[in-house]
């Protein structure tokens, strides 16, 4: 037997369910559920069920609201309850920092509709009156957010999903999915064989293994994580009003109130994976051995701030395997380069972040999502995101995931993973390097001398480190001239009779008519929205070259292959086929007439055009434009021949003041 649905979702836990319920409310009755087992059978049965509206993105305090707001709606839309708790939370705050960015989430929090306040150290105790431990400077208070029950809340949303048309097989693994030849694909089971036009992986621990069947792969992995629920703790049971819940992210833990107990997060130093790169098909229901020691130095600083604690027994702890993306942020969106299979997944706390599924559901049946979802956009990440980089992200962001926010700051974790031909060259002048889609980047670079200071980021939310610098390099890009290194520019060549017609249906400025013309090319998704920004580039002979962000790669090369599909046009994405050194300033044009001869007066070369160029041994290919608002070139050359071009600028721009500087 055959089943038939326009969109089908694999998973069938709180992701997979809220997937599911936001297709049916935006219309799509046509919808199928595929779960392996019984629905939360996965990661959702064991979890603890937080949704915190802090975070210190808008967007993500957006993300988790809605979250918190579609489990009331559920509620009253089917009558079933969702064991939902509004008990507020209070997150201490032991700096002056904490409290900064404490205040800068009630900043962005009023508008988002949270109400929140910050609040002294009495206060807090008053609120949370098992606080003893050491002295603090503050706490953020929110009083609207708190925790749900993860099987009640996932029941919910399958029942809403049901009784609006969607369909549920239960008991059913997927096993193979192959491609149809007219597009959409063929789900095999262990049960009926699916026909879908549009798939959405919300497998969550168990999405590695989904993608691989139709040759994708994702940048995340199963850990384990643990809590304990405590006994009986005194004075609980008397309390009229539920406590809040407690968190301090320095240490890190969480606390709240289950029952006449405690649940407390238990944070380990060490991450510990589990499972090959998912946990077996068998794995349901089940829970890993407890192993409350790894995680003692942390429960030991908990217990100091809540002496009680140290009082009580353990009634149970709960082991289990979690799913975590590289960077601890959803992989949502469509996936290894098809236009009709997404994934939803690699969520950290599915409760919090299932409210993206809203937006990945506008996205399946209305061509594009109401709101800008880049920062949870699985195609961040690129080729590079092996399992051996996911590992490395995680074996710090996870034991720290709860940490001070500060703005501009830069993990230290998985770095390497693409580095342009001149990146030692940059060390060696002292750059303080970043991260683009998986590039290391000069943000700035570090003074030398008896003032010098060292070539890394120290946060702050006042003046940071940087300033100084970043500001000479401005001051000094202003009056002479600067080069930096733009080789993680996105670089797609199109080629073929119909390149020109596949540009001109995308853009929304025209198409360059002639070799050596150049134009800003947005590109509009369906509902109007700016899909990609690029810079186009006619190389002449119906060839083209686009650049855009290094942090849109993926994206944007999707965008055009799937633009191109079925034309007489050649996609290919050149990124790291080229280097780009990119002069900004005055004398830049200046700069570039010694070391390559060309006349770059603007009669002869005029903003936003490019030419061919021959710097010392190589042939390079320069294209007026800069996005300092100075004057300016972008010159392409083989990487191979990028550091001698390098080389090559500074001895003839030494006389000109040329500086080194960076992307801050």
Same mark, same amino acid.
């Given at each position: 037997?055959?089943?038939?649905?326009?969109?089908?979702?694999?998973?069938?836990?709180?992701?997979?369910?809220?997937?599911?319920?936001?297709?049916?409310?935006?219309?799509?009755?046509?919808?199928?559920?595929?779960?392996?087992?019984?629905?939360?059978?996965?990661?959702?049965?064991?979890?603890?069920?937080?949704?915190?509206?802090?975070?210190?993105?808008?967007?993500?305090?957006?993300?988790?609201?809605?979250?918190?707001?579609?489990?009331?709606?559920?509620?009253?839309?089917?009558?079933?309850?969702?064991?939902?708790?509004?008990?507020?939370?209070?997150?201490?705050?032991?700096?002056?920092?904490?409290?900064?960015?404490?205040?800068?989430?009630?900043?962005?929090?009023?508008?988002?509709?949270?109400?929140?306040?910050?609040?002294?150290?009495?206060?807090?105790?008053?609120?949370?009156?098992?606080?003893?431990?050491?002295?603090?400077?503050?706490?953020?208070?929110?009083?609207?957010?708190?925790?749900?029950?993860?099987?009640?809340?996932?029941?919910?949303?399958?029942?809403?999903?049901?009784?609006?048309?969607?369909?549920?097989?239960?008991?059913?693994?997927?096993?193979?999915?192959?491609?149809?030849?007219?597009?959409?694909?063929?789900?095999?089971?262990?049960?009926?064989?699916?026909?879908?036009?549009?798939?959405?992986?919300?497998?969550?621990?168990?999405?590695?293994?989904?993608?691989?069947?139709?040759?994708?792969?994702?940048?995340?992995?199963?850990?384990?994580?643990?809590?304990?629920?405590?006994?009986?703790?005194?004075?609980?049971?008397?309390?009229?009003?539920?406590?809040?819940?407690?968190?301090?992210?320095?240490?890190?833990?969480?606390?709240?109130?289950?029952?006449?107990?405690?649940?407390?997060?238990?944070?380990?130093?060490?991450?510990?994976?589990?499972?090959?790169?998912?946990?077996?098909?068998?794995?349901?229901?089940?829970?890993?051995?407890?192993?409350?020691?790894?995680?003692?130095?942390?429960?030991?600083?908990?217990?100091?701030?809540?002496?009680?604690?140290?009082?009580?027994?353990?009634?149970?702890?709960?082991?289990?395997?979690?799913?975590?993306?590289?960077?601890?942020?959803?992989?949502?969106?469509?996936?290894?380069?098809?236009?009709?299979?997404?994934?939803?997944?690699?969520?950290?706390?599915?409760?919090?972040?299932?409210?993206?599924?809203?937006?990945?559901?506008?996205?399946?049946?209305?061509?594009?999502?109401?709101?800008?979802?880049?920062?949870?956009?699985?195609?961040?990440?690129?080729?590079?995101?092996?399992?051996?980089?996911?590992?490395?992200?995680?074996?710090?962001?996870?034991?720290?995931?709860?940490?001070?926010?500060?703005?501009?700051?830069?993990?230290?974790?998985?770095?390497?993973?693409?580095?342009?031909?001149?990146?030692?060259?940059?060390?060696?002048?002292?750059?303080?390097?970043?991260?683009?889609?998986?590039?290391?980047?000069?943000?700035?670079?570090?003074?030398?001398?008896?003032?010098?200071?060292?070539?890394?980021?120290?946060?702050?939310?006042?003046?940071?480190?940087?300033?100084?610098?970043?500001?000479?390099?401005?001051?000094?890009?202003?009056?002479?001239?600067?080069?930096?290194?733009?080789?993680?520019?996105?670089?797609? @060549?199109? &080629? #073929? /009779?119909? !390149?020109?017609?596949? *540009? =001109?249906?995308? %853009?929304?400025?025209?198409?360059?008519?002639? +070799?050596?013309?150049?134009?800003?090319?947005?590109?509009?998704?369906?509902?109007?929205?700016?899909?990609?920004?690029?810079?186009?580039?006619?190389?002449?002979?119906?060839?083209?070259?686009?650049?855009?962000?290094?942090?849109?790669?993926?994206?944007?090369?999707?965008?055009?292959?799937?633009?191109?599909?079925?034309?007489?046009?050649?996609?290919?994405?050149?990124?790291?086929?080229?280097?780009?050194? @990119?002069? &900004? #300033? /005055?004398? !830049?044009?200046?700069? *570039? =007439?010694?070391? %390559?001869?060309?006349?770059?007066?603007?009669? +002869?070369?005029?903003?936003?055009?490019?030419?061919?160029?021959?710097?010392?041994?190589?042939?390079?290919?320069?294209?007026?434009?800069?996005?300092?608002?100075?004057?300016?070139?972008?010159?392409?050359?083989?990487?191979?021949?990028?550091?001698?071009?390098?080389?090559?600028?500074?001895?003839?721009?030494?006389?000109?003041?040329?500086?080194?500087?960076?992307?801050?």
């Amino acid at each position: 037997m055959t089943e038939k649905a326009r969109v089908a979702v694999i998973g069938g836990g709180i992701v997979g369910c809220a997937m599911l319920y936001y297709l049916t409310r935006q219309g799509c009755a046509d919808a199928l559920l595929i779960e392996k087992g019984e629905l939360t059978s996965g990661s959702t049965w064991h979890a603890a069920g937080q949704v915190p509206f802090y975070s210190p993105d808008p967007f993500f305090s957006r993300i988790h609201k809605l979250s918190f707001d579609t489990f009331e709606r559920v509620q009253e839309e089917t009558g079933e309850p969702v064991g939902l708790h509004k008990c507020g939370s209070v997150r201490l705050g032991h700096t002056e920092e904490e409290l900064l960015e404490y205040r800068r989430f009630a900043g962005f929090a009023r508008h988002l509709g949270i109400e929140c306040s910050i609040i002294g150290p009495d206060e807090a105790r008053a609120l949370f009156p098992y606080l003893e431990g050491p002295d603090f400077a503050g706490a953020l208070h929110v009083p609207g957010d708190g925790f749900t029950d993860p099987t009640q809340t996932t029941n919910a949303l399958a029942k809403a999903a049901r009784a609006a048309g969607a369909k549920i097989l239960r008991h059913t693994r997927v096993e193979a999915i192959h491609r149809r030849p007219q597009g959409g694909w063929w789900i095999e089971t262990t049960g009926e064989t699916v026909e879908a036009d549009i798939v959405v992986n919300c497998a969550g621990a168990w999405s590695p293994r989904i993608s691989a069947m139709v040759g994708g792969r994702l940048p995340m992995t199963a850990i384990e994580h643990q809590y304990f629920v405590t006994e009986s703790v005194p004075g609980m049971a008397e309390r009229a009003e539920e406590l809040p819940i407690l968190r301090n992210m320095s240490v890190p833990y969480y606390i709240r109130q289950e029952r006449d107990g405690f649940l407390v997060a238990a944070y380990e130093e060490e991450t510990l994976y589990w499972g090959d790169f998912a946990p077996p098909w068998d794995f349901d229901q089940a829970l890993l051995p407890p192993d409350l020691d790894r995680a003692m130095p942390f429960i030991e600083a908990t217990m100091a701030e809540v002496p009680v604690l140290g009082t009580v027994g353990v009634k149970t702890v709960v082991n289990g395997p979690t799913p975590r993306s590289a960077d601890l942020t959803p992989l949502a969106g469509l996936a290894h380069g098809y236009p009709d299979f997404f994934v939803m997944t690699g969520v950290v706390g599915g409760f919090l972040q299932c409210g993206t599924a809203k937006f990945v559901a506008e996205w399946i049946l209305d061509g594009a999502p109401s709101i800008d979802i880049s920062p949870v956009d699985v195609r961040r990440f690129g080729d590079y995101a092996t399992r051996a980089y996911t590992e490395a992200k995680l074996d710090i962001s996870h034991a720290y995931s709860g940490s001070v926010y500060h703005p501009h700051t830069e993990s230290s974790a998985g770095r390497g993973a693409r580095t342009s031909a001149v990146h030692g060259r940059l060390a060696a002048k002292r750059a303080a390097f970043g991260a683009r889609n998986g590039w290391e980047v000069p943000n700035w670079f570090a003074p030398e001398g008896p003032e010098g200071i060292a070539a890394k980021d120290v946060p702050s939310y006042r003046r940071a480190n940087w300033f100084p610098p970043v500001g000479e390099e401005c001051r000094a890009v202003r009056r002479g001239v600067g080069v930096i290194d733009m080789s993680s520019l996105a670089k797609i @060549a199109l &080629a #073929g /009779p119909e !390149a020109e017609a596949v *540009l =001109a249906g995308l %853009s929304a400025n025209r198409v360059p008519q002639r +070799a050596g013309g150049m134009a800003v090319a947005p590109v509009l998704n369906a509902k109007g929205g700016v899909a990609a920004w690029l810079a186009v580039t006619h190389l002449g002979e119906g060839g083209f070259l686009l650049t855009g962000s290094a942090a849109s790669e993926q994206r944007d090369f999707d965008l055009l292959r799937w633009a191109s599909a079925g034309k007489d046009v050649d996609t290919d994405d050149v990124t790291e086929a080229w280097g780009v050194l @990119a002069i &900004a #300033g /005055p004398k !830049a044009a200046d700069l *570039l =007439a010694v070391v %390559s001869g060309i006349d770059t007066g603007l009669a +002869a070369f005029p903003r936003f055009t490019a030419r061919e160029a021959e710097i010392g041994y190589s042939r390079v290919l320069a294209q007026r434009c800069s996005a300092t608002g100075e004057d300016g070139f972008e010159i392409f050359a083989r990487p191979s021949a990028l550091p001698a071009l390098y080389d090559r600028l500074h001895a003839a721009g030494a006389a000109m003041g040329l500086v080194d500087f960076g992307f801050r």
